[in-house]
């Protein structure tokens, strides 16, 4: 059935050392024809707390999760990319536009967008996720209602947009007026958060690699998200991600589109500089 | 006996299972993070502490730890130390400490603290996401405690 990505995986096997197919030393290669770094040097700001290396989530999965993002025809996500494309042509709201009628096709337009994302806005003076600049664009554009952050249709938009970017490195400024959300999304990582007392890093950069129950915990890395997850059959924002981390630390959560969401998704991206934009990815 | 009334008569209104059961408040740690004086009074039960040590519900320590004595249980962690051999390596009381607030024998440690209610950033009710106020229920009573501290003390290479 899955024709390419057996011819793929087949001239890989010839060409490595099988003990290299699979797992946290896979390649991972889409449709056969789009290399996805999910190894890179570390950024200079981490200081060396991940060691040499970032790593891409989709290499602690297991050999068959992995197989599923390969190919696009085997790659749930993708649907909604396709359900995207359609809203991207769709007219709504007062101004009679769409968002082809400003940037006409995607592929084009949206080349790049995703791995600079989030960012400083000169004009609105705060750091943007591409969820807020899609709204931006739907109310004062578009003349449309927002769409709700983390949910269906701004969840599959932000897919068909990454999509574009696929392969290229994730590159988010963290200096200049950006600087000081940095540093809250910083400071939030390394917080032991609820009951358990538990930060983002006491999972994501003490212990990956290692088992916390059935879970193989990974970096915590974003670069592939909107990801579909096999859990709940559907894409997730990386606000929703967080804020299942942090529910699970027994703690009261922060919510999707918070400032506070919005200042950690920053700080945990610029974690990623140099891995590929990899979304829609698949992990479990 | 006046004392004992009074405690029995608090107890029954706090609801405790025991009448000498230790607040998690006063708890008395030594220097090294040891807890001496039982936290319920009454001995632990070894073979209801392997099944809380076991159980995703309630202390589900093999989330990070792995336990030999307890092979059936599928995916125990690796975050923590094997716990085998933890009954040669510690005492009663040092385990006791360890179960009811292990950063006070191991600085900064990653490990939850079972028997502790208070001092936490943004405390949620349970995994529901939703704020709590302090004094939180412990993560574990007293006498679940005494009992994994049982439980604990059984492991021998």
Partial sequence: MNFKATLACAAFVASVAPAAFAGEDAELVLNGEIPIVTTAPAPAHLDGVLGDEIKSGWLFRSDETQATQMDDFDNPGMIFVDQAQASWDTVEGSEGKSCASCHNDPAESMKGVRATYPKWNEEAGEVRTLAMQINDCRENQMGAEPWKYDKGDIVSMEALISVQSRGM???????????????????????????????????????????????????????GFPVYRLKNTKLNGSHSRFKGCIRDTRAETFNPGSPEFVALELYVASRGNGLSVEAPSVRN | MMKWIAIAALSSVAGMASAEAVAPADVQFDDYGAVEVSLSGTPGDAANGAAIVGDKKQGNCVACHQVGALADIPFQGEIGPALNGAGDRW????????????????????????????????????????????????????????DVVAFLATLKE
């Avoid at chain 1, 940095?182 to 950069?205: D, I, P, V």
């Avoid at chain 2, 009811?100 to 490990?111: D, L, P, V, Y």
């Avoid at chain 2, 949620?124 to 229920?137: N, R, V």
Wanted: proline share 6%.
């Fill in chain 1, 169 to 223: 490195p994730v590159n988010v400024a963290i200096d200049g007026p950006a600087q000081s959300t940095w540093e809250q999304g910083k400071e939030m990582y390394y917080t032991r958060y609820g009951q358990f007392e538990l930060s983002c890093a006491n999972c994501h950069e003490d212990n990956f690699g290692n088992m916390i129950r059935a879970d193989h915990l990974s970096q915590g890395q974003i670069n």
């Fill in chain 2, 91 to 146: 005492t009663e009381a040092e385990l006791r400490g360890i179960v009811s607030n292990s950063k006070k024998t191991f600085e900064g440690s990653m490990m939850p603290s079972y028997y502790k209610t208070t001092g936490y950033i943004r405390p949620g009710d349970a995994f529901t996401g939703k704020a709590a106020s302090e004094p939180l229920p412990p993560l574990m009573d007293a006498q679940m405690i005494e």
